[in-house]
Structure formats: C-alpha cells, structure tokens
C-alpha cells in the first residue's frame, strides 16, 4: 500500500476528479472524506480554482456574484490575471463595478492569506449553487465532441 502522496500526487488525483462526471467525483469525494478527510479537502481547494471563473457562463456569475458580498469580492480580486477581474465587472451594474474598483483601491495592501480565504469564499458560492443545480460548470472532458 502506497501513501497517496508519492503516486502522482494531490494534481493527479484532481486531474482525474475534475475529469469524472459529476456523481463520480461527487462519491470519490464521499469515499476520500471516510478515507483521509485531509487529503480531500486538499483535493477540493484544488478543484474548482477562483481563476476558474473566466469559464462560468455570464448568467450563472451574475447569480453568484449576487450572492457574495462586496468586501469579499473586492478581497478575493486583489493580484488575480486581468481577465478575471475583468469578466467579474463586466457582469455587475455599471454602478457596482465602479463602487467594487474602488473599493479594491481603498484595500490597499492584502495579505495572500486573506485574498485565499476571500476566494474560496467565492468559490464555496459557487459550489453550493452548482448542487442546486442553479448552474452548471464546465470541467474538463465536457466539451469534447466525438465525431
């Protein structure tokens, strides 16, 4: 038997989950949370990253950023790629685009920790959306047409 950290590591394993279809990964995670609950929550921070954002559809992030408050999205985009700050604002009112630029201006400074945390907040938003089937995210291997 040997340590799941040394066969391919944690990415491996979330590459393969990530791959599943949504009830496979869904009792991957069951079985890893009976297994070794600190693997799979390494497992789960992995999954879904914040920068995944840029592939949620405009609709499905305007549910979520409804329900994420200001202060942490402003926390959670401090140092991510422009891309995604940028699809973030374009899916707020014109108005909350605005008041969330300066607010991540007023931030200053923010320690790593704290945008994680800020993330994963966002992130946590979005799961619990995706098992209410509120929306749906796009993982590896679902656009992939067989011809």
């Not at 700050?85 to 008041?99: H, P, V, Y």
């Amino acid at each position: 038997h040997q340590d799941m950290s040394t066969v391919g590591g944690v990415e491996t394993l979330v590459e393969i989950i990530n791959r599943s279809p949504r009830p496979t990964e869904r009792s991957i995670l069951e079985w890893l949370d009976g297994a070794d609950p600190e693997l799979a929550e390494q497992v789960r921070s992995q999954m879904f990253v914040f920068e995944d954002i840029v592939t949620i559809d405009d609709r499905s992030l305007q549910l979520v950023l409804r329900e994420v408050e200001a202060n942490d999205l402003a926390t959670a985009l401090k140092g991510v790629r422009p891309d995604v700050r940028d699809k973030i604002q374009r899916n707020l009112s014109e108005r909350a685009a605005e008041n969330l630029a300066e607010e991540i201006d007023l931030l200053g400074p923010v320690r790593t920790r704290t945008v994680e945390e800020a993330q994963a907040k966002v992130v946590a938003v979005i799961r619990t959306l995706e098992e209410q089937g509120v929306l749906t995210l796009s993982r590896g291997g679902d656009d992939e047409f067989v011809s």
